[in-house]
């Protein structure tokens, strides 16, 4: 089975809304590394030396690759990306090898035999 990494940059008040929505679209889990800084075009403003950027929690799903792009979409439709400046972005990378996976494996397995 193929797998793809797809990676979420969102708000922290996004990110409840993003996790489900993936996970409506068949992702079978998710690892949250909270409180990442990032910075856009425009760097932002600070108030004497303190920034006013609110934090930023990084999604990583590890999802089958026939699935990936239905849930990078999904994952972009929640978090309003393309309507909300500023508020996330979402790739995808492509995986060689996975290992500990064994208890996901056949829920995907099983999701990707309905399809078919």
Same mark, same amino acid.
């Given at each position: 089975m193929r797998f793809?990494?797809?990676? /979420?940059?969102?708000?922290v008040e996004r990110t409840d809304a $993003?996790?489900?929505a993936a996970r409506g679209c068949g992702a079978t889990g998710c690892t949250v590394i909270t409180?990442?800084?990032g910075e856009g075009l425009k760097p932002e403003r600070t108030f004497l030396g303190l %920034?006013? @950027?609110g934090s930023?929690? $990084? +999604? =990583?799903?590890?999802? /089958? %690759?026939t699935? !990936?792009? %239905?849930? +990078? %979409? @999904?994952i972009a439709e929640a978090g309003r990306f393309d309507e909300d400046p500023g508020s996330g972005? /979402?790739?995808?990378?492509a995986i060689e090898? !996975? =290992?500990?996976l064994k208890t996901q494996i056949p829920a995907l397995e099983h999701e990707i035999e309905e399809e078919l």
């Open positions: 793809k990494l797809i990676m /979420a940059m969102v708000g $993003v996790l489900h409180s990442g800084r %920034e006013l @950027t930023r929690d $990084v +999604l =990583l799903f590890v999802v /089958a %690759e699935r !990936a792009r %239905e849930i +990078l %979409e @999904t972005i /979402a790739l995808q990378i090898d !996975a =290992l500990g």
